[in-house]
């Protein structure tokens, strides 16, 4: 029998999906058997309390590099230094989601779909995570009349024929719950496309039980985008996850961030991507780094994505090659130079798939482009967001 020394866990728990939640790290102690704490990372720890949440499934505790604070697992669900440090452009709801919400968690953006956050509980929590708002925040849990209210209002919105399961994570929903929300949907006829959002294949690959995939199965069409961000994330058993969707019919795509000093670089990039290809899941979408407060350090300039892009398509499978975006209050922008129309000083400025105007605050800093995108006036009708919003704001977090 193999014992996992960090947690003294015998093969039946590891491999146990609730056992891996229950037994998450959560506190310095815990988490020095695994690293060797940096004194940056020891501040963060205080520093975030309260503001945003960490913990770490003990099998995604155990891919991080013991010893090399840059670790890529490490720095997704460590806290780190530079998170508490003064982030002038960045928000707390960049894409103004509660805004669009008509009733609580339902993000009703695009016409024809909707993001249903079912919960606000995640396996891990992603330091740069695009709803560090809500994520990990008990104001943000769903009690089963919330839920039952935003399946109300997509039963009464016929326009709605593609709803998204996000959160938080849904597959930290039991297979019960799972079941039934799914056979809720299905059982709304304009309701075409029913897919999920979930981190789990990657940071608790156990939770893709057979059984769960029994339940998927029986309400097809049922796709589900995961979040691989790093090549160190391939593992084993997150192919046994991979495999287990595939063979039950699900389509699975992934969708990355792109993180300075994580992935943004060509050979990480392609590594990831044709692995994923491996795993039979397609890369989808590759996001450019939302303003949030407190991810300064990982933000790159938009022409290093753009750069990156040219270094991978037409050297490798077209398949494996996913669409570079920056999610805007007006929706998703593909950073190709038919929608970047230039840079204004320190601003992107972009049309949006409305027709819109989008500037995002993204200094270029000594980076030297091999995109050429000009220089141009900022139009006066383009939107940004308010800069001099506050840094961050968080409710106590659960
Ligand atoms: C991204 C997103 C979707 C899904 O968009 P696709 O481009 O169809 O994958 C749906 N709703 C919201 C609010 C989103 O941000
Ligand atoms: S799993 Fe997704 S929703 Fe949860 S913290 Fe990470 S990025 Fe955010």
Not at 5 to 25: C, F, G, L, Y
Not at 238 to 244: E, P, Q, T
Not at 326 to 331: R, V
Request: glycine content about 6%.
């Amino acid at each position: 029998m193999t014992t996992f020394p960090q947690h003294n866990a015998s093969d039946e728990e590891w491999t146990d999906w609730r056992w891996q939640m229950r037994h998450r790290v959560n506190d310095e102690a815990t988490l020095a058997r695994y690293i060797r704490i940096t004194d940056g990372e020891r501040h963060a720890i205080k520093a975030t309390r309260g503001i945003f949440r960490w913990t770490i499934t003990p099998y995604y505790a155990s891919l991080m590099d013991a010893y090399d604070p840059q670790c890529p697992v490490r720095q997704h669900v460590v806290p780190q230094a530079p998170e508490v440090e003064p982030d002038i452009v960045g928000v707390v709801d960049p894409l103004d989601e509660v805004g669009h919400s008509p009733v609580k968690n339902l993000v009703h953006n695009y016409p024809d779909k909707v993001a249903f956050c079912v919960t606000s509980e995640c396996a891990v929590y992603c330091r740069y995570c695009l709803r560090k708002r809500m994520v990990g925040d008990a104001d943000y849990m769903m009690r089963k009349d919330e839920l039952r209210d935003a399946l109300g209002y997509i039963r009464e919105t016929p326009a709605i024929r593609d709803v998204l399961l996000t959160g938080g994570d849904p597959l930290v929903f039991s297979d019960a719950n799972i079941d039934w929300l799914l056979g809720e949907l299905r059982a709304i006829p304009h309701v075409e496309v029913v897919r999920i959002g979930s981190r789990l294949p990657v940071v608790n690959p156990m939770r893709i039980t057979p059984e769960l995939c029994a339940v998927l199965q029986k309400h097809h069409p049922v796709w589900l985008n995961t979040h691989f961000n790093h090549p160190k994330e391939l593992t084993p058993e997150a192919s046994g996850a991979a495999a287990r969707l595939a063979d039950a019919g699900v389509p699975v795509g992934n969708q990355s961030v792109l993180l300075a000093g994580i992935n943004d670089d060509a050979a990480t990039l392609k590594a990831l991507c044709e692995g994923l290809v491996g795993l039979r899941v397609r890369p989808y979408y590759l996001y450019h780094a939302q303003l949030i407060g407190g991810t300064a350090h990982l933000r790159t300039p938009i022409e290093k994505g753009m750069d990156l892009m040219r270094e991978i398509r037409g050297h490798t499978s077209g398949f494996a090659v996913p669409a570079y975006v920056l999610d805007t209050p007006d929706g998703k922008v593909p950073l190709t130079r038919d929608y970047v129309l230039g840079r204004s000083g320190d601003h992107v400025v972009m049309r949006t798939t409305r027709g819109t105007l989008w500037a995002e605050p993204n200094p270029l800093g000594d980076y030297q482009p091999l995109t050429s995108v000009p220089e141009i006036p900022m139009p006066p009708e383009a939107r940004t967001v308010p800069t001099g919003a506050p840094t961050f704001v968080h409710a106590e977090a659960v």
